[in-house]
């Protein structure tokens, strides 16, 4: 998981199912996922999670490639997922389910 932390593959694939599932209901519950922000930040994590698990099971780790100077080498599954937990954060009052001007 997070910078090469070591959890046993039988734990770690059911854990990364599960989590993706009550993220997705916790989506479907606090986000308005008829607003295309929040369909495309919801569509970049999730995409993200499914990416790293797909690497998992092929290879039993994730592939990382890309390398930026100071920076952990990631990919572009992580890029995903960093970029939509941001959207959310920053787009929340729009498209949140408590907005009421979401389009």
């Known amino acids: 998981i997070a910078f090469g932390i070591q959890i046993p593959y039988a734990i770690l694939l059911p854990l990364i199912v599960v989590l993706i599932i009550v993220g997705l209901?916790?989506?479907s519950n606090h986000l308005n996922l008829k607003n295309t922000y929040a369909q495309i930040a919801v569509g970049a994590v999730f995409g993200g999670a499914v990416s790293n698990l797909i690497d998992r099971m092929m290879h039993g780790h994730v592939?990382?490639?890309i390398k930026i100077w100071i920076w952990p080498?990631?990919?572009l599954a992580?890029?995903?997922i960093t970029i939509g937990i941001f959207s959310v954060i920053i787009f929340y009052d729009r498209?949140?389910?408590t907005n009421k001007h979401s389009k």
Do not use: E, R
């Open 25 to 27: 209901i916790l989506a």
């Open 63 to 65: 592939v990382d490639f």
């Open 73 to 75: 080498v990631f990919n």
């Open 78 to 80: 992580d890029a995903f």
């Open 95 to 97: 498209i949140s389910k």
